[in-house]
C-alpha cells in the first residue's frame, strides 16, 4: 500500500508542527479581518504587525527546524530527537503567544526555541560525526560508549 | 550508482512544485524590472506589491505543503498524494494569477489550496493513526477495511 | 539506535546549509542591535533592511534548494549533488556578504547561486528521468552510458 514508511516519530512531530504552521497562517488572517487589512497590505496597527512579524519568524525558522530535526533523528536517536522537537513547538507557541501581547513578551519563547534548535543541532552534529567515523573509518563510537555500561 | 531512491511520485511532485517556486521568484523579479524597484525595496506600485505578497505567501505555504505531501504519501497512498498534490500546484497557480490581476482574484485559487491542503491533512493524520495502531498494537486498520471488498 | 540513515553526503549539506541559515538570522539580529531597530520593525537604514532582504532571500530559495539538492543526489549521483550543494552554499556566502556592502554587491552571488541550483535542477530532471523509464518501461538509461566505457 504506502511507499517505504520514514521513521514515525519524526514525521509525527514535523506532520504536527507543520499543522502549528497552519495555525499561524490562520492567525494572520485572523488579525486582517479584524485589524480591516486587505492584501496585498502588510503594514498597519502595531499589533496586526506583531501577529505578522511573529508568524514570519516562524516561517523563516521552519525548514532550518526540520532539517535538525531529522538529522538528530535520523543518525543520532529518534525518540530524543522527537521529545526536543515537541519542545521547540511548545517554545514556539509561548513565542507566539507572547509576541501577539508585547513585542517584549516574544523574548522568552524565542531563546527556549534557539535552546530547542541547539540541542537538535548538538544531537545532529554528533550522530552525523559517529556515522561518517563508521562510513569512512569503520569505527562505531555511539557503540563503543554503550559497550561501556 | 545513486543512493537508496525515495519514492518516485512524490519526489516527481515536490521536485514539480519546486520549479514553481522558482518561477514565482522570477516574476518577482520581471515585476522588480518593469515597475524599476531596486532591491532592497519591497514597496511599490499596487501591481508590484500584489506579486511579490503572491509570492510570499507560496514561499509560507511551502514547507508545510511539503511536510503533508510527503506525510500522505508515506503512511496513506502514494499515487493519491500525488494526485492531490498536483491539484495543490495548480491551485496555487491560480492563486498566482489571480492575485497578479487584483487582490480579490486570489481568493478562488487561495481556498482551491487550503482545499487541497486539508484533504493532505486528513490522509496523513489516517495514514499516521493506522501506522501507529500496527506498530503499538499491532493492528492495521487499513488492511482490515482492504479485506472486507 | 539510529532509525534507518538516509544518504551521509546528502544529510551533512543539508545540516550546514541549515547552520548558514541559522548564521543570517543571527546578523539580522546583530543588525537589529547595531541600528536600535526593536521588532516587529522591519525599516529601517538601508544597511539594515539590504541585511534583512538578503537573509530573506536566502529563506526564500531555502526549500527550493533542500528539495533540488535531495533529488539530484538521490536518484542521479549523491557526490556530485553534495558539491554541487557547497557551490551553492558558498554562493550564498557571496551573496550575503556582497548584499551586506550594497545592493549591486548581490549580484555575483546571486547569478552563482542560480548556476549551482540550475546545475541541480538538470541532474534532478535526468535522474527522475532515468528512474521513470526504469520503473515503468525496465528500461536503465544511466546503467547502458556506463556499460559504454
Known amino acids: 500500500m504506502a511507499a517505504n514508511s520514514p521513521p514515525l516519530l519524526l514525521a509525527v512531530v514535523s506532520f504536527l508542527s507543520a499543522c502549528q504552521q497552519g495555525y499561524y497562517a490562520k492567525m494572520v488572517g485572523r ?22 512579524r511573529a508568524q514570519q519568524n516562524c516561517v523563516e525558522f521552519y525548514p532550518l527546524f526540520l532539517v535538525f530535526l531529522w538529522t538528530a533523528g535520523s543518525f543520532f536517536n529518534q525518540e530524543l530527537a522527537a521529545i526536543i522537537g515537541l519542545c521547540y513547538m511548545y517554545a514556539r507557541h509561548v513565542y507566539f503567544r507572547g509576541y501577539v501581547d508585547s513585542a517584549k513578551g516574544r523574548l522568552p519563547g524565542f531563546y527556549s526555541s534557539l535552546a530547542a534548535l541547539f540541542c537538535l543541532m548538538i544531537l545532529g552534529t554528533a550522530g552525523i560525526t559517529n556515522r561518517a567515523l563508521d562510513e569512512y573509518l569503520d569505527f562505531d563510537l555511539l557503540e563503543k560508549i554503550r559497550q561501556l555500561f
Open 31 to 52: 488579525s486582517r479581518i479584524k485589524h480591516n487589512i486587505t492584501p496585498p497590505a502588510v503594514n498597519g496597527p502595531a499589533e496586526f504587525e506583531r501577529v505578522f
